[in-house]
């Protein structure tokens, strides 16, 4: 059977290798593995969410408000701005494939950091769009500039991703205002803030003003997550805030009921409780200082991070051999040989479980 052409050159996500696998695969008992690769939140999510979805759970019978008012009403509030300035996404995944099917197409690009959240290619890879890449791995304005400007005719979309998936490095919010406003106005300016929560935690400068962003930019579009911080990613709800005339064009991509009864009270409520993401925040940055001492004193470089991961670089030893070894053990990080580099990506787990990858992978290094 013959299948468009462009589905040719596309690869599948390699997602975090799941908890099941490794119980097969070694024979590790089911609660002794530690999943520290897709960044989830190792405190889980909150008990008032957990509460509310099972009060939910006899109405699941019921497609939910597809209007998602409550849920769009507390986002409005939480960035000031209109409910018309939101729309709601199966995970955020699904925002950056609405924004992919309304500006690219074959005769277009996308403009991305060298290494980066591998999603921005997949998407545009099912609309046959071109991917241009930075030289640099981080996000280097300067050459993102340069590159959109040798091919600003072709380039329809820009993804920041803010701070950035898998190395953790994070812009100061200036300087993306900044190169914003050199930015023609029919591209479309997007900035993945998956785990902007914790960058501006971490650093005042970091933080990404949505009010003034689509206020001053009428070409941005913000998405959010509740996978990370909010510890919601088997949940699946995202969502983007964007001026009222990008949202219209992007909601006629919108399935209905894109997201679940379920998933829907859960983010409603996962807003009310502050105190969990309070928590969840002050836990990764106290134990990423023990990351960062445990790479100091074995000679591994990191890369500072603004997020609930870190990434370690291995100059002598091989991070395919190391993740291996470690999965033997249980314990699931990221590889990031896909991403061309020798190093691993580790999700920032609870004191106890950071203990156990000390241990393993201090015999391994
Ligand atoms: C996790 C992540 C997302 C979105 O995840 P969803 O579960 O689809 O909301 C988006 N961007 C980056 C950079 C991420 O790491």
């Given at each position: 059977m013959k299948f468009n052409k462009h589905l040719q050159n596309i690869s599948n996500?390699?997602?975090?290798?799941?908890?099941?696998?490794?119980?097969?695969?070694?024979?590790?008992?089911?609660?002794?593995?530690?999943k520290l690769a897709s960044n989830e939140n190792?405190?889980?999510?909150?008990?008032?969410?957990?509460?509310?979805?099972?009060?939910?759970?006899?109405?699941?019978?019921?497609?939910?408000?597809?209007s998602m008012f409550?849920?769009?009403?507390?986002?409005?509030?939480?960035?000031?701005?209109?409910?018309?300035?939101?729309?709601?996404?199966?995970?955020?995944?699904?925002?950056?494939?609405?924004?992919?099917?309304?500006?690219?197409?074959e005769n277009s690009a996308i403009l991305v950091?060298?290494?980066?959240?591998?999603?921005?290619?997949?998407?545009?890879?099912?609309?046959?769009?071109?991917?241009?890449?930075?030289?640099?791995?981080?996000?280097?304005?300067?050459?993102?500039?340069?590159?959109?400007?040798k091919h600003k005719e072709e380039i329809s979309i820009i993804f920041l991703c803010i701070p950035n998936n898998?190395?953790?490095?994070c812009l100061d919010a200036k300087d993306v205002y900044d190169f914003i406003s050199k930015i023609d106005e029919d591209t479309l300016v997007v900035i993945d803030g998956a785990y902007q929560e914790f960058a501006s935690f971490k650093d005042s400068n970091k933080h990404i003003n949505v009010k003034k962003l689509i206020n001053d930019f009428k070409n941005t579009m913000y998405m959010g997550t509740f996978s990370k911080a909010y510890g919601l990613g088997g949940m699946r709800v995202g969502y983007a805030v964007s001026s009222q005339s990008i949202i219209k064009e992007l909601s006629?991509?919108?399935?209905?009921?894109?997201?679940?009864?379920?998933?829907?009270?859960?983010?409603?409520?996962?807003?009310?409780?502050?105190?969990?993401?309070?928590?969840?925040?002050?836990?990764?940055?106290s134990q990423m200082k023990k990351f960062e001492k445990f790479a100091l004193k074995h000679g591994i470089d990191y890369i500072k991070s603004y997020t609930n991961f870190i990434t370690y670089i291995f100059k002598d030893k091989n991070a395919t051999e190391i993740s291996q070894n470690l999965l033997k053990k249980g314990i699931i990080l990221r590889d990031l040989k896909n991403y061309g580099m020798n190093a691993i990506r580790i999700t920032i787990g609870k004191p106890k479980d950071n203990i156990r990858v000390f241990k393993e992978l201090e015999k391994l290094i």
């Open positions: 996500y390699e997602a975090g290798k799941p908890i099941e696998l490794v119980v097969r695969e070694f024979g590790v008992k089911n609660d002794d593995v530690l190792p405190l889980g999510c909150s008990k008032k969410v957990q509460r509310a979805i099972k009060d939910c759970a006899k109405n699941a019978s019921l497609y939910p408000d597809d409550e849920l769009k009403e507390k986002l409005a509030k939480k960035y000031e701005v209109k409910t018309q300035n939101i729309i709601i996404g199966s995970g955020s995944d699904q925002t950056i494939e609405f924004a992919m099917h309304a500006k690219a197409n950091a060298g290494t980066t959240f591998a999603m921005y290619e997949i998407y545009a890879s099912h609309v046959g769009a071109k991917v241009y890449k930075t030289n640099s791995k981080n996000h280097n304005l300067a050459e993102f500039e340069e590159l959109y400007n898998p190395l953790g490095e006629k991509l919108r399935v209905p009921f894109n997201i679940t009864t379920l998933s829907l009270k859960a983010a409603i409520v996962a807003l009310d409780d502050d105190k969990f993401i309070q928590k969840t925040l002050k836990n990764n940055f």
